[in-house]
């Protein structure tokens, strides 16, 4: 079964500061991957994709991740984050099948 | 599009009670999902339907709990008798292509039971 470790509940960080999110994957076949941003009292939004071609993906609002399947991994970063990044971010896996598996979540706070 | 159009938005009501959440997905998309959040459980998938026929419904917590889709433009979520454990917020999305073009997420629906 195919799941999904966000490994930071909460991660706080200085604005115009880079950021990683860690998101690692496991299943024993091919994947596509995800990352859902959601903004208080909203619902989630997506960020970017991962489904083949190029390991780096890039995304909406400045945001990249890079897909690593040797260490299957799916980090997401932003060179610099402003206060409007300040959000939960949610890592996510599906086989193909129709379902999304997402993280718990990472928490991410930007101190001016 | 208007997107993903979830109501109410918050709903408060008392043990024992039925409460029916609804869901408009995006015309044209041939799979919705209903998601449940909550700070100790993160977000669960509660059922799902492609074309209208449900798929998968192995997330629904209990009997209590039921969906349907009468057609493609609207779904409902109905808990009867509710518990003041089912609080949460409910989302709603809906993709084309098996999802791999991304879910569009409704604004969700905060459901207290007191």
């Known amino acids: 079964a195919q799941s999904v470790t966000q490994l930071d509940s909460q991660v706080p960080v200085f604005e115009e500061a880079p950021v990683e999110l860690r998101c690692n994957y496991s299943?024993?076949?091919?994947?596509?991957l995800f990352w859902y941003v959601q903004y208080p009292n909203q619902g989630l939004q997506l960020l970017l994709k991962?489904?083949?071609?190029?390991?780096l993906v890039k995304g909406i609002n400045g945001f990249e991740a890079e897909f690593n399947k040797s260490q299957t991994s799916f980090h997401l970063r932003k060179p610099s984050v402003h206060i409007s990044d300040t959000a939960e971010y949610f890592c996510?896996?599906?086989?193909?099948?129709?379902?999304?598996?997402f993280g718990q979540g990472t928490r991410l706070t930007i101190n001016p | 599009d208007a997107g993903v159009i979830q109501s109410p938005r918050h709903e408060v009501t008392e043990m024992g009670q039925e409460v029916t959440l609804r869901c408009k997905p995006i015309?044209?998309?041939?799979?919705l999902f209903w998601y449940r959040q909550t700070m100790m459980r993160g977000l669960e998938l509660l059922i799902y339907?492609?074309?209208?026929?449900?798929?998968?419904d192995s997330g629904m917590p209990e009997d209590r709990f039921s969906a349907k889709m009468p057609n493609a433009s609207f779904s409902t979520l109905k808990i009867q008798p509710s518990e003041p454990r089912d609080s949460a917020v409910y989302f709603c999305?809906?993709?084309?292509?098996?999802?791999?073009?991304?879910?569009?997420f409704g604004s969700g629906t905060r459901l207290t039971v007191v």
């Open positions: 991962y489904l083949s071609g190029s390991t």
């Open positions: 015309s044209g998309h041939d799979y």
């Open positions: 996510a896996v599906t086989q193909g099948a129709q379902k999304l598996v």
């Open positions: 339907f492609n074309n209208n026929v449900p798929i998968d």
């Open positions: 299943s024993s076949v091919s994947v596509y």
């Open positions: 999305a809906s993709s084309l292509r098996r999802g791999l073009g991304g879910y569009t």
